[in-house]
Nanobody, 131 residues
């Protein structure tokens, strides 16, 4: 069974940090681009970051604060989130892109969900930033 499982969400105060994990089972992440999306209450799902091979890119709202990385030996992708703000609150989903063409778009900063249409999704993990 092909599956992505997120973990690491929680509640933090503004300025705090969290590290999210996205673990794959049933397939190897090496050949996939991986994205993190955030869905705030009542809003559409938006892409925050992308990693394909050794290349990464980020939405302007998280640049300098979030870092996406991968550990191929553990078949896991991480999102280190620092200097968290209340507007970072939402459900965070990881998603896998199989197409190399879409991976190339992703690392240029094109995060439009309707265009990328990832092949696999995790179930999401809640992040709440509040004082």
């Amino acid at each position: 069974q092909l599956q992505l499982v997120e973990s690491g969400g929680g509640s933090v105060q503004p300025g705090g940090s969290l590290r999210l994990s996205c673990a794959a089972s049933g397939f190897t992440l090496d050949y996939y681009g991986i994205m993190w999306f955030r869905q705030a209450p009542g809003k559409e799902r938006e892409g925050d970051s992308c990693i394909s091979g050794g290349s990464t890119n980020y939405a302007d709202s998280v640049k300098g604060r979030f870092t996406i990385s991968r550990d191929n030996a553990k078949n896991t992708v991480y999102l280190q989130m620092n200097s968290l703000k209340p507007e970072d609150t939402g459900i965070y989903y990881c998603a896998a892109l199989r197409s190399t063409a879409l991976q190339a778009l992703c690392v240029t900063g094109l995060f439009k969900l309707s265009l990328l249409n990832p092949d696999y999704w995790g179930q999401g993990t809640q992040v709440t930033v509040s004082s």
